[in-house]
């Protein structure tokens, strides 16, 4: 779904093609559709940061100051993994994929 597979090479982390090459899947199906990939984010590095903490804790300590910067560093390190996961999520939420009607096209067009 994106130009380059890497996560890291933040100078091309958001870089996606138009459309999927393999399916024709339109990526960009209105004007600041990722805006609402934030909200998938969210709630992916919330949950994530509830299970960074209790293993901060029972590793380290429950010092609060271990706690808060142990997952901040965490979070920000994982930071373009989750970028990318949470576009490919709210895509998947927001469009309709068939493998009966992709087949079916498939055979129709060369
Ligand atoms: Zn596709």
């Avoid at 996606?16 to 609402?36: A, D, I, L």
Wanted: net charge neutral.
């Amino acid at each position: 779904m994106f130009n380059t597979p890497n996560p890291y090479n933040l100078k091309h982390l958001a870089n996606m093609p138009e459309h999927c090459p393999v399916c024709n899947q339109n990526y960009f199906p209105e004007v600041g559709f990722y805006w609402g990939a934030m909200y998938v984010s969210y709630f992916l590095t919330v949950g994530f940061s509830a299970i960074n903490v209790v293993l901060i804790g029972l590793l380290f300590g429950w010092n609060l100051w271990y706690l808060v910067f142990g997952n901040a560093a965490i979070l920000l390190l994982s930071n373009p993994i989750f970028y990318r996961y949470a576009r490919v999520l709210w895509l998947q939420l927001n469009t309709h994929f068939s493998k009966e009607e992709f087949d079916k096209a498939k055979v129709l067009t060369p």
